[in-house]
């Protein structure tokens, strides 16, 4: 199977645009999550989706939203970019539910450098 | 709310020492526990996990981890290491039940393996 990929790899923006960013899970997985990660703060918890409905938020301004589609591919949006957002984001996906028990499979993330 | 403490945030080890990281997490409740790993230029990856049973579990390429309850400790260990070892690894707490995949990240520990 193939893996989490996760589209553009690489991205520059500039202060104040926004950006949308591309997950596709593994073929079967339906759930996805979304993570932050940056040198100062590590890994961050932003959303979590199943079967098209957020399942969870972690503590992000609303700048950041998200969405699931019916094939459960999810897109991440930011809005009002600001310096602070430079960072990968990585999305995993897993097989079932979201029981707490299941291992994530992670993308190669996406690179967001705001300018 | 919950919290991962890593504290050794880079270790350097000849190869055939041993290892061992350690990982405290702060949640009074039943936890799932999760070692991930990062190689350089590749995904994150899960190494092990622990949601019951034998707190002594079992994972990819040697490793082994122990939940020790009463210290709120899931320490990684491997009894000797190899080059190829070199990575960043890290912790994660999942205490929020069977509803969600949402994972609390330590903010992981370099380890450079010199041969």
């Known amino acids: 199977k193939a893996g989490v990929t996760q589209t553009p790899r690489y991205l520059i923006k500039t202060r104040g645009q926004q950006v949308t960013l591309s997950c596709s899970p593994i073929?079967?997985?339906?759930?996805v999550s979304w993570y932050q990660q940056t040198p100062g703060q590590g890994l961050q918890f932003l959303f979590e989706y199943f079967s098209e409905t957020q399942r969870n938020k972690g503590n992000f301004p609303g700048r950041f939203s998200g969405r699931q589609f019916s094939n459960s591919r999810s897109e991440m949006n930011v809005s009002t970019l600001e310096l602070g957002d430079s960072a990968l984001y990585l999305c995993?996906?897993?097989?079932?539910?979201?029981?707490?028990?299941?291992?994530?499979?992670f993308g190669p993330g996406t690179r967001l450098t705001v300018l | 709310a919950q919290s991962v403490s890593q504290h050794n945030h880079h270790v350097i080890l000849s190869e055939a020492a041993s290892l061992e990281l350690g990982c405290n997490y702060s949640y009074g409740g039943t936890v799932n526990l999760f070692w991930y790993v990062q190689y350089p230029g590749q995904h994150l990856q899960l190494l092990l996990k622990?949601?019951?049973?034998?707190?002594l579990v079992k994972g990819i390429k040697g490793f082994e981890a122990e939940f020790i309850k009463s210290k709120f400790s899931f320490n990684l260990r491997k009894p000797s290491v190899q080059w190829s070892d070199t990575a960043e690894y890290f912790c994660?707490?999942?205490?929020?039940?069977?509803?969600?995949?949402?994972?609390?990240f330590g903010t992981g520990t370099l380890l450079a393996v010199q041969p």
């Open positions: 073929s079967g997985h339906r759930s």
């Open positions: 622990y949601f019951s049973g034998d707190p």
């Open positions: 995993a996906s897993s097989p079932s539910r979201g029981g707490n028990t299941d291992t994530q499979y």
């Open positions: 994660a707490v999942n205490g929020y039940g069977g509803a969600t995949n949402k994972l609390i």
